[in-house]
């Protein structure tokens, strides 16, 4: 598989302080990425490198096979910024159009107002839009020129919840076309669904680099939580196999474990007194929390 | 330059003169309020009476072209560019194939067509109304001076659009816009001014602009100091400019 992104042993320092440290990553054509990591750890600088918007201190970038600032690489990429206000004076129309100018091959006005939900809004000023309709507008103008690699940078703050379930589908049409997809989300439910690959950045380092179910399945593992009679103490549960925490909420215990299969049943054999038992897989917010105070 | 980027600077170019078109500073500084001072002032001070050798009405044509024409390249050229780079704007074109030249080509071209629009509109407003009588030359070498000279002032737009603040800039550049249109002679002659303020309107690029219109309808020709001191004025801020650009990148 050709790597659309190329990063290799990329550093960042500002002031002193290491934004990006020694960061090596390959991102294969077709795939759907998210970048994920708590604020601040290095997923802005990270995308705005590979965009050629700033340089690394140390380390080389590629993308597309060549410089990201080259005007024929640019041609192929677009990106939703964080940060970035709309032009004023002009109209969601004439936006669109004036970006699609850049483009060699760009992709038709009535396409972009589409997929951005923005058909109604097409005379209106830009300025006069909500922050989620300005969100989404940045997306038309992220895809105008029908660029193979796409960045998305926390690209549904502030939608609704309709704009965003067209918002996703339009993008997972867009892999499904073989595009790459770089995101970075808060809504880590967003980027369980719609990512074939997770890369969490803490400290500006890599610290995990897998498949959601890889990435769940590596640090939580699954939970098993019940009501627990009287008699049942913490260091009883402990001495079970296979547990790695206990968390009580009352008298509900949450019994975290790698092999859950085994645990119920040495539940059973030791007679625990149990009531309402579920047994569920962690999801991917569990796992990345766990991820990030490893790292701390 | 390939086919791509000429049709991407022309939608550009496009794209600015509609914006211009469509912003009400501009057309309240630089087409209604020039108007307005002119038949104002001009039957204030009387059209006939001379000044700088030519009739007053022909004089201060020269001076509110002028003032329409700093308006539109300064104050309102620096606005929106402190928009533009303060929300993000200059980010986003950045990482599109459309190159830094073309960006700024088409900010200068499209200005150059509105201040062609300014200078024919008062001069034909001005000539036609007032019926004044000067030679085709005249008409077309001071309009020339004033259109070419005006594009000058984009240079401090730019040195005041890099401030991140736009609300800053709307009322710094305003009061610099007033102020070195009064002092620099646009509103009242300098030949009415003390001697001391005359020697301060000598050194302001605002006065060398009109200086040079004003000398072209009297017969007159351009001097070189008016023409050494505008560039220099072009060359210190494009410097300012791309110093300080260069350091909030760095950043």
């Known amino acids: 598989m050709k790597a659309a992104i190329q990063l290799n042993g990329v550093s960042k320092v500002y002031k002193e302080k290491k934004a990006v440290d020694d960061l090596t990553l390959s991102i294969a054509e077709g795939t759907v990425v998210a970048l994920l990591g708590p604020n601040g750890a290095g997923k802005t600088t990270t995308v705005s490198m590979i965009l050629g918007m700033h340089q690394p201190t140390k380390g080389t970038v590629k993308l597309l096979g060549g410089d990201p600032r080259d005007q024929r690489v640019r041609d192929r990429i677009g990106a939703m910024l964080q940060d970035v206000s709309v032009i004023d004076g002009l109209k969601v129309g004439e936006t669109i159009d004036l970006f699609r100018s850049y483009y060699k091959k760009p992709l038709p006005l009535d396409y972009l107002l589409k997929v951005s939900n923005l058909k109604a809004e097409k005379n209106k000023f830009a300025t006069a839009l909500s922050g989620g309709q300005q969100r989404r507008l940045g997306f038309a103008l992220a895809l105008a020129g029908d660029p193979d690699v796409i960045f998305l940078d926390e690209p549904t703050v502030g939608m609704d919840v309709t704009s965003r379930q067209l918002f996703w589908d339009t993008v997972k049409a867009m892999a499904g076309r073989g595009k790459t997809i770089v995101l970075t989300t808060h809504y880590l439910e967003e980027a369980d669904s719609v990512a074939d690959r997770i890369v969490v950045i803490n400290n500006g380092k890599l610290i995990a680099d897998g498949t959601p179910s890889e990435i769940k399945a590596e640090t939580t593992g699954r939970v098993i939580s019940f009501v627990a009679g009287q008699a049942v103490t913490t260091e009883a549960l402990l001495a079970l196999p296979g547990v790695t925490d206990v968390e009580w909420s009352g008298r509900r215990v949450k019994l975290y474990s790698t092999d859950t299969d085994r645990l119920i049943v040495a539940l059973v054999e030791n007679r625990f007194d149990m009531r309402d038992i579920e047994i569920q897989s962690g999801g991917l917010e569990d796992a990345f929390q766990a991820l990030v105070q490893q790292a701390n | ?251």
């Not at chain 2, 007053?56 to 509110?64: G, N, R, T």
């Open chain 2, 1 to 251: 330059m390939n086919g791509t980027m000429l049709k991407a600077t022309i939608a550009h170019c496009k794209a600015e003169l509609l914006r211009t078109a469509r912003n009400r500073r501009f057309v309240i500084f630089s087409v209604v309020m020039p108007i307005i001072f002119y038949f104002l002032f001009s039957n204030i001070v009387g059209d006939n009476e001379i000044v700088g050798g030519v009739n007053w009405s022909a004089y201060y044509l020269m001076s509110m072209t002028c003032y329409g024409i700093i308006g539109a390249s300064f104050s309102t050229f620096s606005i929106r560019l402190s928009r533009e780079r303060s929300q993000g704007w200059i980010r986003m074109l950045r990482i599109t194939p459309l190159p830094a030249w073309a960006y700024i080509l088409s900010k200068i071209v499209s200005q150059a067509v509105i201040n062609l629009f300014i200078v024919v509109m008062m001069f034909l407003i001005g000539g036609i109304s007032k019926g004044i009588d000067l030679p085709v030359s005249a008409w077309i070498e001071s309009g020339l001076w004033i259109w070419l000279g005006g594009l000058s002032f984009m240079t401090l737009g730019t040195l005041f659009g890099t401030m991140r603040n736009p609300d800053a800039v709307q009322v710094l550049s305003m009061i610099t816009y007033m102020g070195l249109s009064v002092v620099g002679g646009l509103w009242m002659p300098v030949e009415t001014m003390s001697s001391t303020m005359r020697k301060i309107a000598e050194l302001l690029p605002t006065y060398r602009l009109g200086q040079g219109a004003w000398n072209l309808i009297a017969g007159g020709s351009l001097s070189w100091e008016g023409i050494g001191i505008l560039a220099a004025y072009v060359v210190v801020l494009m410097a300012a400019s791309t110093w300080i650009m260069k350091k909030q990148e760095a950043v």
